[in-house]
């Protein structure tokens, strides 16, 4: 089965942490771009974050900018968000989405665009 499954999310308060994975079961990673999305409670799900094929090239939207991180290693099929200084507006679902083409998340990239979704990972920020 091809699917993506993302993990790491979880309960932290403000000013913490949280490191998300993207794992890619049934094919590889190596010729898809991944970008993060989130779906705030109340809001449309937003591009956050997303890195080329070759990992040199990455986008972030102002909200999470010097906060966020995200990289891949391709020897695991993996895809990391790496989440610093997390505030109260972080706390969404948290997806994954492969595509074959490199989004950049400013304005948020068309979903149909992208061949893979994971189902997401809760992130909740709170005191």
């Known amino acids: 089965q091809l699917q993506l499954v993302e993990s790491g999310g979880g309960l932290v308060q403000p000013g913490g942490s949280l490191r998300l994975s993207c794992a890619a079961s049934g094919f590889s990673l190596d010729h898809y771009a991944i970008t993060w999305f989130r779906r705030a409670p109340g809001k449309e799900r937003e591009g956050v974050a997303s890195i080329d094929i070759s990992g040199k090239n990455v986008h972030y939207i102002d909200a999470v900018m010097g906060r966020f991180t995200v990289t891949r290693d391709n020897a695991k099929n993996t895809q990391y968000l790496q989440m610093n200084n997390l505030k109260l507006d972080d706390t969404a679902i948290y997806y994954c989405?492969?595509?074959?083409?490199?989004?950049?998340?400013?304005?948020?990239?068309?979903?149909?665009?992208?061949?893979?979704w994971g189902k997401g990972t809760p992130v909740t920020v709170s005191p």
């Open positions: 989405a492969a595509s074959r083409y490199f989004w950049a998340v400013r304005p948020s990239p068309p979903e149909k665009s992208f061949d893979y």
